[in-house]
């Protein structure tokens, strides 16, 4: 289990990109567990908000052949990063 950085999600859709699959997440896609702590060290309300997403395979092959849930995701997750500032991605490949 990783914490996505919802930037690095966000910059891929506006590239064209497409979600790939845990596996194939780049290291700069991800936020080391020292990087959550430091988010944290002020308390609460100023923790590392968490986004928890669910979502199915679209294909047998990749996750998001069209990248169709990748654009979903970061448009929902853009408001929220303008107002809040960074927030973790928890990605749930079922």
């Known amino acids: 289990v990783v914490l996505v950085d919802a930037a690095w999600l966000i910059g891929l859709?506006?590239?064209g990109g497409k979600l790939?699959?845990?596996?194939?997440?780049p290291p700069e896609a991800v936020l080391s567990p020292s990087e959550a702590v430091?988010?944290?060290r002020?308390?609460?309300p100023d923790c590392?908000?968490?986004v928890c997403v669910s979502h199915a395979w679209l294909s047998a092959e990749h996750p998001d052949p069209?990248?169709?849930?990748?654009?979903?995701l970061a448009g929902a997750l853009q408001p929220l990063v303008?107002?809040?500032g960074r927030h973790g991605v928890l990605l749930d490949y079922c």
């Open 13 to 15: 859709s506006s590239s």
């Open 20 to 25: 790939p699959p845990r596996q194939a997440l």
């Open 38 to 40: 430091a988010a944290c």
């Open 42 to 44: 002020s308390g609460w």
């Open 48 to 50: 590392l908000p968490v």
């Open 66 to 72: 069209r990248g169709s849930t990748l654009a979903s």
């Open 82 to 84: 303008e107002r809040r």
